[in-house]
């Protein structure tokens, strides 16, 4: 199989940890090179037994995370996967991204925000929405306010154990998504502070899309399923 790839003489700060290296999981169409990312590559010669990607995320740091490549691996979550169609599903040559339908964020079940175009994205840590939406989730939140950069929500620590549920709901499910609590608190916003961050942040710009990353996908095991064009969800355990 004919893959190309690119070597790299420097990296910029964000890239400072012990990395192997970086593989995106996004359609052709936004590859920098023009080539036909390595997933889709194997996929269209038939190398793999199913066309899917999968990950499980442990999230906080800890070891056992999975990328399972044209599997799903079924000890990995509880219940039946449920599959949302992508936004813009009509093949490779103009999909960009894995994104589907939110019918809005929610605060212990119900819905507190206008509808989304939701991105979900394994190289992303936290989730980001509009500002707006943004604020309107942590209205809900006692305490809840800004941090200096204008991106970050902080709350009161002391109040973390009683904040209500944050999740999503996608076009066509009547089920909620939550987040666990623990993926939700960061924690304290600096040493011996009193103020946690939240997973969630403004992302900036007012333009209805919610990169939704592993803060979200640590609390459910994410199929990405090119066969179907479809984003499925189950329960991680």
Known sequence: MYQPFAVITSASENFDGPFSG???LAFESIAQTKATPWFFNLANQ???ASNVFSFYLTGQGAEGSELCIGCIDSTKFAGQPEYFPLYAGTGNATQAVWDIISDGVTYNNAVVTPPLIAIIDSGTSFIYLPPSRAAALYANIPGAQLYINNRFYVFPCASAATIGQV????RGSSNVFNIQ???????PVDT???MCAGAILSSGS???IALVGD???SSWYSIFDYGNMRVGFAQAV
């Open 22 to 24: 970086l593989m995106g």
């Open 46 to 48: 038939g190398y793999l």
């Open 167 to 170: 999740g999503f709901t996608f």
């Open 181 to 187: 609590p623990s993926q939700f608190n960061l924690g």
């Open 192 to 194: 011996g502070s009193d």
């Open 206 to 208: 007012e333009d209805d």
């Open 215 to 217: 803060a979200f996908m």
